[in-house]
């Protein structure tokens, strides 16, 4: 049975633009760990998603705290990492130019020194994981590169004896313009528990017409976080029913499909526990394709949600190619509710 509050330490995560998030780190003590959106600055306990901010309020960041008193920082191979002993914030950036192997391998080989990084820590369990690609949607040597990415990333976690269907984690995989394979990641000390999308074949099923290996992710994770919290983190969700993309090439229903996709999955994770979500209250990055159709996938939300929506005030929208090429949007959130997982 799960104990309430068996967490001695509690995660939290605040969003806050990018200059609030800095202002945290005072007196040479930094908060535990923060994602940042826009540009690298070069921030050590700030690792980023180099992408083109396209909201108004410009750069922002999730901003991690933990209650452990005990904040180690160090590198396992390229994995990049702090730790409290409790929970884990990782970061992987390989620079292909100045590799030899090609994305299968490097898949491979960024996930097997992240397994490694979270065997030595003590923080065994993936809570979430945010995979970005550049050219996500480019040729690979006559395999698109996505493809290959989930060759290399499928083989590594069977290769750690991880769970690569069912039980897998929750995780989103963008294709950027600039700049190196990025890998974030969220550990823990406890497995979190699987979600999955009913109106959705699961990612990790999908048919072979998507790649020879199928993605590597659960469409959401439900985490105990302490202090009576549970956060749910929802994985890149678009406008797919059953395993086919919908509504090709319309903006504005793909968003509509998506925001449907999200409900569903909030809906099947209120079912878990009595911590209750809802699509309102999503902390959301927004991954547009075509930037100069944001405003239409904006007016999509605000219209649905209300623009006074946390939702919608709390959106980052960034420019970002999606891993299939007739995906014109990905929403990906995480939210945190007070209540219990189901035993
Ligand atoms: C989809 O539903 C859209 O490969 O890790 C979403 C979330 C997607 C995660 C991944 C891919 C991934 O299939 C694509």
């Given amino acids: 049975m799960r104990v309430q509050d068996e967490n001695p330490s509690h995660l939290r995560v605040e969003r806050l633009s990018l200059p609030d998030s800095l202002a945290l780190a005072t007196d040479g003590k930094a908060p535990f760990a923060a994602l ?3 540009t690298p600055h070069g921030v050590a306990w700030m690792p980023t998603v180099n992408a083109r901010v396209l909201s108004s309020q410009g750069a922002m960041a999730d901003v991690w705290h933990v209650t452990g008193a005990n904040i180690r920082s160090g590198t396992t191979g390229i994995a990049r990492w702090r730790t409290d002993g409790h929970w884990l914030l990782g970061a992987i950036d390989l620079d292909e130019a100045t590799e030899k192997q090609g994305l299968a391998e490097l898949a491979h080989r960024a996930y097997r020194d992240l397994f490694k990084t979270l065997d030595q820590a003590g923080t065994p369990h993936l809570q979430r994981i945010w995979n970005y690609l550049p050219q996500i949607n480019g040729d690979g040597g006559g395999l698109e590169r996505y493809r290959q990415f989930n060759l290399g990333r499928q083989e590594a976690f069977l290769e750690a004896g991880r769970a690569a269907f069912e039980g897998a984690p929750a995780a989103c995989a963008l294709g950027i313009h600039q700049g190196a394979l990025s890998i974030r990641f969220l550990a823990g000390q406890q497995a ?8 959705q074949v699961s990612a ?10 199928s993605p590597t992710f659960s469409r959401a994770a439900l985490s105990d976080i302490g202090d009576g919290n549970i956060a749910l983190f929802i994985s ?8 086919e993309t919908v509504h090709h090439g319309n903006v504005l229903e793909q968003t509509r499909e998506t925001l449907r996709n999200l409900q569903a999955v909030i809906t099947a994770a209120n079912e878990r526990g009595t ?8 902390d959301c990055v927004v991954y547009v394709r075509h930037p100069a159709q944001t ?3 904006r007016g999509v939300i605000e ?4 623009a006074d929506a946390p939702m919608a005030r709390h959106a980052v929208y960034l420019e970002a190619d999606i891993c299939r090429s007739d995906l014109l949007v990905e929403i990906e959130a995480h939210t945190v509710a007070a209540g219990r997982l189901q035993a």
């Fill in 204 to 213: 990790y099923r999908y048919p072979e017409t998507y790649g020879p290996r």
């Fill in 192 to 199: 979190p528990l699987p979600v999955e999308n009913p109106r």
């Fill in 36 to 38: 940042g959106y826009g």
């Fill in 236 to 243: 890149g969700t678009a406008s797919i029913v059953g395993h």
């Fill in 295 to 297: 405003e239409a996938v």
């Fill in 303 to 306: 219209s649905a949600l209300g």
């Fill in 275 to 282: 911590a209750k979500f809802s699509l309102a209250e999503l």
